[in-house]
Every structure is written in structure tokens, then in C-alpha cells.
């Protein structure tokens, strides 16, 4: 084993391998971290004020701009903007404790200046000249700050206030003008919860739109709180989140409330966008915490068009959007003797595999910051550092000899590392699977370049975490492009 990993360093020096000085992962695709305006239809479930306390909980690596209280199918006559201010106020009581892990957290006044409302009306009866709203002004506002970043928009319910600022837009600037404002949005809605979403990927077909349109049933999203037979589904039931959550765990994690149809459902618009090195949120193809999706024209048959909406149509699909994507996951799982990790036997196929595969790292990352409300730096665990010994963009050949090495990596508590390294096969373009040469665990691995006839890009996941408690988890994506071999070999 040693000599295989000598060689792999060598290959990596000599091999065809085009590096650059190894470098930390940056905030995201753009400079500074994400911007982000909330709709959410409060009260018609208590998974958005779950989904809120944990947002907050980040709040310190996303710029929060507007937290807007909307309607949807389950809340269609009323807006609750007080629960938002709720959650807030119970906030305050813990900023200053959580603080003091993290620079970055806004105070609760500049959280409830971002708080506002929509149409206290459902979907498109919200949309026309004369129905703005401080929600809908907020977003026009956002688009035309001077702020080169693109503009996220989350919809935890029905997007109305969202379709009113794009009419208003429509109706009030050029179209040139238009382009350019709704170039910068990106939108990810939780399904569709109005008969809005449809008329905007079709009024707006140049919109950057992420949705799993039609049946919840057919929706990425339900993988945040799936349970699935086969899968350890512990960190996702009721007991863990008393354990870790709810009680013993200050007054934040009391406020959490209890489940009643599906556990923070709303989560995945904001997962991605949180900083863990694993995802780019401009390629949702690459996937991460929020899920992968494709860019494509779902078929009508395959949105389980007769499914569960609460009532909202299901139409065909008039352009390519953001939507469902298919993994397949493999478990990664502790051993009790011997190598210390390694894969289960079974593979779980389908667009929820897509969040599956991050589940526990993510529910493990929650609970990790509800301590930080209650607790001293040196008593609670923080998020390791993962790093590379090498560039992460590297262009090879067939037949080189590639090396990946997590070396350097290191946790700000002193903790013990666990190491894995795989290839994402879904988000690359190299159909098949590459092996990994060495023990699945081991910090430093490497594989032969396969043939490719044409350019080929394949990803690489480092997945360091922590032995701390409860575990952390943090990434980085190394991708390789595969060009055909420089010369004829043997």
C-alpha cells in the first residue's frame, strides 16, 4: 500500500496531471456569500417554522434580504408575518451564545427589517396591475441593488408575491431591462403550491427555476424526511429530534416544533447554498445538501400528475427547468472491527437518493448548532476543514495515473479525522463508474484514467468528518477532465 500511494504522488508530478498551488474552497460560485429572500406560507404547516429556526441557525453564511409571508394551496386568504417575528424574537435570546462560534450572525433587528408581506390571496387572483406588495416591491428592490450577485428566491409556499414583481417588471421597464433584472434571479420553489409557478416558466422562459413540478409524491424534496426501508432513517425520526433538537437543548431548539405532516420539507431551498465546499448553487447538476437536479422537459407522466397537490393543476411543461434528478446511493457505514468504514451491500436508486446520500451530515450539522445557542466555544463541536494537496480542477489523460490527497486537512477542535473519497458519478459526464485504488477510508487515493474517445469530465467527493459530537462533516469536489490519450499506447 505504501508503494501504491508513493506511485500515485509521483503520477500526480509526472503523470499529465495540470495542477495549480493548493487553495481553500470558495464562499460560492460568486464573491461574498449567497443572497437569499424567503416566501414562506407560515402557519399552513409547522415544518416552515422548523425550516426557519434551522435557516437562522446559518444565517451567519447567507445574506438573508427578505423574509416574505405569503399564501398558498394549504393557506390560501391570510399571511402570518407575526410567526415570523415569533421565531425571531425567540432567536434574540440565543445570538449573542451563538456568536461566539461563528463571526456573522445578524442581530434579530436586522432579521425583522427584512420581515414582510404578500396578497393575503391565493395564486393568480394576486397578479395584476394594483396588486404590489411590500413583498413584491422587496424583490424588485433586491433585483435592482447594485450588487453583481444573482438573487436567490425560495418559495416555501406559493410564489404569487414573486409572479407579481415579475408582472410589475414586465409591465414597467424595458424589455431589455427585464432580461437583465430577471437574469440575476434563481429561483427554487417546493413544488408548486400556487397555479403561479406555471405561468412564470412560461411567461418567463429564460428563468433559472428550480422546482419538482406536480405530485409531492414525484418530488426530490420528500427525501429530507423519506423514511426508506433499508436506510438508517434515525436521524430523521421523532425521538432524535427530542434527543437533539427540542429538549435539553435551549430555548431555540425548544421552539422547534413538533412534526406534523413532514419534517422541514421547505429545507432543501437553502441547504445548497449553505458554505461545506460541496456544491456550486449555479450547477445544480453537480448536486449537494439540497439536492441534485437536471436541466430538461419533464415528461407530464412522470410529475405523478395525479398525485397530491392541494389541489394546484398539473400541466405539461412548456421548456426545459431545473428538476428531478437519479442517483444512486451507495451507504457509507461505521465499521465495529477491522477498516473502519466502508460501503453497505445495498443501492438506492431515484431522485430522493440525491438528498439521502447527505442526510445524516445534515441532521448531524443541525444539532451541532442548536449547542452552539447554549453553549461555550471549547464545550461544543465545530466543522472540520477539508483540503486538498492539489489543485481542484485537474486535466489528465487516458491512462495517466491520478492522485487525490486530503492532506492538510485538520479540525479547528483538535478531533480525529475519518477520510472518504468517491467518484460522483451522476454529476460528471463520464458514464461509468472509476474506481478508487486503496482502502475506502484512507486520506490519499487515486485511480487510472479510463479511455475516452471525447473531452470527458468525472467529479471526486472528499468527505472529511470529524470525531467530535456529534459528527461533522465537511467536503470538497474535486473534477477532472479526461481528454483522449496524447499518443498511441501499447
Known sequence: MRAILICLFVASAFGGVFSATPEDPPAASNTGHNRLIVLTDIEADPD??????????????????????????????????ESIHHVIRQYAEVHDTLSRHAPGYPDADTLSALVTTGQPVYGMAGIGEGRDTPGSDLIIAALEADDPRPLWVAAWGGPNTLAQALYTLRATRTPAEV????????????????????????????????????????????????????????????????????????????????????????????LNLVRN????????DWGGWGGRYEFYTPE????????????????????????????TLRPWLARPHGRAHGYGEENFTGYRATLWRWRDDIQNDFAARIDWTVSEYADANHP?????????????????????????????????LSYQWFHYREAGSFPDRIELWGADNLYARGFAAPEVGTAQTAHFILRVTDKGHPALSRYRRVIVTILPAARPRP
Open 48 to 81: 416552515d417554522t422548523q425550516s426557519l429556526i434551522r435557516l437562522f441557525l446559518y444565517a451567519n453564511e447567507i445574506d438573508l434580504e427578505g423574509l416574505v409571508a405569503t399564501t398558498s394551496i394549504h393557506q390560501r386568504n391570510r399571511t402570518a408575518p
Open 179 to 270: 432580461a437583465r433584472l430577471t437574469g440575476k434571479l434563481r429561483i427554487y420553489t417546493i413544488s408548486d403550491q400556487d397555479d403561479t409557478g406555471a405561468w412564470m416558466r412560461e411567461t418567463f422562459p429564460d428563468l433559472f427555476y428550480i422546482v419538482s413540478p406536480g405530485g409531492y409524491g414525484a418530488a426530490t424534496w420528500t427525501g429530507i424526511s423519506h423514511v426508506v426501508d433499508g436506510l438508517d432513517n434515525t436521524s430523521i425520526s421523532n425521538d432524535w429530534l427530542a434527543d437533539n433538537i427540542q429538549q435539553g437543548h435551549g430555548p431555540f431548539g425548544a421552539a422547534y416544533p413538533d412534526v406534523a405532516y413532514g419534517m422541514e420539507g421547505d429545507t432543501p431551498t437553502f
Open 277 to 284: 465546499g460541496l456544491s456550486d448553487p449555479e450547477h445544480p
Open 300 to 327: 407530464l407522466s412522470a410529475l405523478d400528475p395525479d398525485g397530491f397537490t392541494g389541489g394546484v393543476p398539473v400541466t405539461e411543461e412548456t421548456r426545459p427547468i431545473w428538476t428531478n434528478a437519479i442517483d
Open 384 to 416: 472540520p476543514i477539508a483540503r486538498l494537496d492539489h489543485a481542484d480542477r485537474l486535466t489528465v489523460h487516458s491512462g495517466d495515473t491520478v492522485a487525490l490527497s486530503a492532506l492538510g486537512s485538520f479540525d479547528p477542535d483538535g478531533d480525529s
